[in-house]
């Protein structure tokens, strides 16, 4: 299967691309599900689906049983009910009120933060004539979206008063749950609880809960509730370097290309734009047609390696827009055509996207999050074909 960026022929796109295998997030897949065992999955998909390309993976996680799939932005839902997407889908941003009978026509689920929107959200729901599914947001430490726990009660209360409003879920965000201090998760995880207990305390049916990122699925099991919110575990990554890593998952991305030019390179003949970077022997440099104009990043210059013939090989000079040069030594051979590969493995070695975070001092969210459309997905595994 190929979808298409740039160009809809694969003949016509240069040899780079992210490979996304699919029987790997099938089996991180069962491994967080069973890891929860009882609570229900709800895959976080946003930008992009974590750069591993929105719809297939919505339809991939469809198919393995999700209860259903969050995302953060009107757009990227209705993206999916475009694509045939039929589960519940949560949105799990701030709304904007004018957008609220796109959300209903589309039959997303509504993130209310405030008894506002919940109203804003009833009304539209009453003018449409339909029930709008939503839940309700608590802020109970993340300081993002959400009502202080204070003032909860009143946003359930004006939950249970609105006609056209079915109030579906209560859900919360952890801000520390990968970290290895438990006491700010343990915390919040409390002030959930409590808040919560209005509906048992009014003996009313209480909606679904959760609260469970990936940190809070490795490390809190007292927080899985009736759903949980995993992203980057199931694409195969952890967190943080300091999560303790509780369940085994692989990576689901390799980014590859493939070398372009090869050249005897002259000690002291620099490379690349400022000219900063010369070989202090002759030595042997080839060009990968990838750069920060794909979201690879500038920082890499003079930082970061490929694999080629198996080697981690250095950058060296900027990464171009469109391309960047990798030193193989004096002995390195390389041809046109041969693999490069920039996340993911080639023989015994490997480059995770946390390498590549560590490198360029970010976080492996924002690398994978970063390759953008001009880098075209293919997909392998099974339910894949060609
Ligand atoms: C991004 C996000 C998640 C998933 O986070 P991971 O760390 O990738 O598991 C869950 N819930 C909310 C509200 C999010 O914004």
């Known amino acids: 299967m190929f979808e298409p960026t740039v160009v809809d022929d694969p003949s016509l796109s240069r040899p780079t691309y992210a490979e996304i295998d699919l029987g790997i997030l099938t089996a991180n897949y069962r491994a967080v599900e069973q890891a929860v065992g009882k609570a229900r999955m709800l895959p976080v998909l946003k930008a992009n689906a974590y750069g591993h390309g929105l719809v297939h993976v919505a339809r991939h996680l469809e198919t393995l049983g999700a209860a259903g799939l969050a995302v953060a ?37 509504i993130t209310a933060s405030s008894v506002h ?11 449409l004539g339909v029930v709008a599914r939503v839940h309700l947001k608590v802020d109970t430490g993340m300081g993002r979206i959400g009502m202080r726990p204070e003032t909860a009660p009143a946003m359930f209360e004006a939950g249970l008063q609105a006609k056209h409003v079915e109030v579906d879920g209560v859900y919360s965000h952890f801000a520390t749950a990968d970290r290895k201090d438990p006491e700010q998760t343990r915390l919040q995880l409390d ?3 409590s808040c919560v207990s209005f509906y048992r305390s009014r003996g009313i049916p209480t909606p679904k809960l959760h609260i469970a990122n990936s940190g809070a699925i490795l490390q809190h099991s007292d927080s899985y509730l009736d759903l949980v919110r995993p992203g980057l575990l199931l694409f195969g990554l952890y967190p943080s370097e300091e999560v303790r890593r509780t369940i085994d998952v692989m990576p689901v991305l390799s980014w590859k290309s493939r070398v372009v030019f090869f050249k005897v390179q002259p000690a002291g003949y620099p490379v690349g734009y400022g000219a900063a ?4 022997e002759d030595t042997r440099i080839v060009t990968v047609p990838a750069g920060y104009g794909d979201g690879y990043f500038h920082s890499l210059s003079d930082r970061g390696a490929v694999l080629i013939g198996g080697r981690r090989r250095p950058i060296v000079g900027g990464v171009c827009m469109d391309q960047f040069m990798v030193d193989i030594g004096p002995g390195g051979e390389a041809y046109n055509g041969d693999e490069v590969v920039l996340i993911g493995s080639q023989g015994d070695a490997s480059i995770s996207a946390a390498d590549v975070a560590r490198w360029a001092s970010t976080i492996p969210y924002e690398v994978l999050t970063n390759i953008n ?3 075209a997905r293919r997909y392998v595994g099974p339910g894949t074909t060609s």
């Open 73 to 109: 932005f009107l757009e990227e839902g209705a993206l999916l009910r475009r694509a045939g997407i039929r589960c519940p889908i949560l949105v799990m941003g701030g709304i904007d009120g004018s957008q609220i009978p796109q959300f209903l026509r589309y039959d997303l689920t």
């Open 117 to 127: 929107k919940l109203r804003e959200v009833n009304q539209a729901a009453e003018a």
């Open 191 to 193: 002030v959930f609880r």
């Open 277 to 280: 970077w010369a070989p202090h």
């Open 373 to 375: 459309t001009r880098v």
